[in-house]
């Protein structure tokens, strides 16, 4: 059942003077985490909970993308829907799941998609695979957040070795312009 809307931790700007509950936030390794997930389900009976990301594009992230720590959003919301979950109701909640909401207009792109590190999601697969698959999730991309921090705090700032870096990584890069990453293969 849909449980909590637009939950958001930390401070994030134009939300201080509605919600005071979560505004401490969460910590993964040395960051302090901030955002707001846009609806977190709810399973009493067993003690579950699931994120759902709104979204105007239908594109969800890859297996590379959440193994390399490309795509740490959806990771990092199961992680924090978990912890804050502990904090408000003092219930502990396993994640087990977290999907993209499409609300690209068209047929073929509209509505849920389930992310995860398997390929392929199984019928009969039950429950406690989805938690595993979830709770591996979070392990990679909190492993991933704790590896960027040292890297940083290090000055170590790695050029990418994706296969198709450009799509993925550079497209979003302020710094394309004058950055020469094409010239290093």
Request: hydrophobic letters at 35%; proline letters at 2%; aromatic letters at 8%.
């Amino acid at each position: 059942m849909p449980e909590f809307f637009e939950m958001s931790f930390g401070k994030v700007k134009h939300e201080e003077k509605y919600s005071k509950k979560f505004r401490e936030g969460i910590t993964a390794g040395r960051v302090k985490l901030k955002g707001k997930i846009d609806r977190i389900d709810i399973n009493e009976s067993q003690k579950i909970l699931k994120v759902i990301d709104y979204k105007l594009g239908g594109t969800k992230p890859t297996n590379e993308d959440l193994s390399t720590g490309i795509s740490l959003q959806l990771p990092l919301y199961l992680f924090a829907a978990k912890e804050l979950i502990k904090k408000d109701l003092g219930i502990e909640y396993r994640p087990a799941d977290a999907q993209i909401f499409s609300l690209k207009y068209n047929e073929k792109d509209f509505g849920k998609k389930s992310i995860s590190l398997k390929t392929r999601k199984s019928k009969a697969e039950n429950i406690e695979e989805e938690i595993d698959s979830a709770e591996e999730l979070i392990k990679i991309c909190l492993e991933m957040v704790n590896k960027f921090t040292e890297d940083i705090s290090l000055g170590k700032f790695h050029l990418s070795t994706l296969k198709n870096r450009e799509a993925k990584v550079c497209r979003f890069c302020d710094f394309k312009r004058i950055c020469r990453i094409q010239e290093v293969d």
